[in-house]
């Protein structure tokens, strides 16, 4: 099983809302990613979380919030977006640790936000 | 920071053409690459995935090279299909479980 499941596939928000993204994965990886992808750009790196620590934040602004509950769930908590944050969220996954030179890198199938 | 390139940016060949795709990077100190694609409105696939100490991978009708100290990677298709239409992407891992994105190359294999 190399799956990485992301709920919902689609969202839609007020900008006074609160929403979350849900990722899971079941793989044993110890590293989880949240990637920002809008039209016809390549992702971009939001959070990296390694053994359920975050590792990484991309200078992200405080209105997202991520969280990882335990080994195979990570949620991108949403508050107070501004339309321009309209996007798809990938989440993805990876063995993890700093020497694993050999991992590669798993992709959920994205939650399309929109913030109106 | 890391900057990846990808050309070029869209391609449109006729089926049975063998193509190349290039990829560039500006940190040669990569523990590895790993070729994508993405079909419209879906996640990544990963395709190949090259280690830092190997020059090639192949899967199937796909070769992937590694020249690490020029900063170049290319993705060989062979006998291009009209189902290999979708956007390629190749991604660069930097120490820290960091992996940075390259621009992309749209294809278009016109049956």
């Known amino acids: 099983d190399t799956e990485v499941t992301q709920t919902p596939k689609h969202l839609v928000m007020g900008m006074t809302n609160k929403k979350s993204l849900k990722c899971e994965q079941h793989m044993g990886h110890r590293a989880m990613y949240w990637y920002k992808q809008k039209a016809k750009k390549p992702p971009e790196l939001m959070f990296v979380y390694s053994y359920e620590k975050l590792s990484i934040n991309e200078s992200v602004p405080s209105r997202f919030s991520p969280e990882c509950p335990n080994s195979s769930l990570l949620n991108l908590h949403l508050h107070a977006l501004q339309p321009e944050d309209s996007a798809l969220y990938l989440c993805?996954?990876?063995?993890?640790?700093?020497?694993?030179?050999?991992?590669?890198?798993?992709f959920g199938e994205g939650s399309w936000l929109t913030v109106v | 920071k890391q900057e990846v390139t990808q050309i070029p940016a869209a391609l449109s060949v006729p089926e049975g053409e063998n193509l190349v795709l290039n990829c560039s990077f500006t940190?040669?100190?990569?523990?590895?690459l790993q070729w994508f694609r993405q079909d419209p409105g879906k996640g990544l696939t990963s395709l190949l995935l090259?280690?830092?100490?190997?020059r090639e991978q192949t899967s199937g009708r796909l070769n992937a090279s590694l020249d690490k100290s020029s900063g170049r990677s290319t993705l060989y298709i062979a006998a291009s299909q009209p189902g290999d239409s979708a956007t390629y992407l190749c991604a660069v891992r930097r120490g820290g479980n960091q992996f940075y994105f390259g621009t992309g190359t749209s294809l278009t294999v016109i049956p």
């Open positions: 940190d040669s100190a990569i523990y590895n």
């Open positions: 090259i280690q830092s100490s190997q």
């Open positions: 993805a996954s990876s063995r993890g640790g700093l020497a694993s030179s050999g991992n590669t890198i798993y």
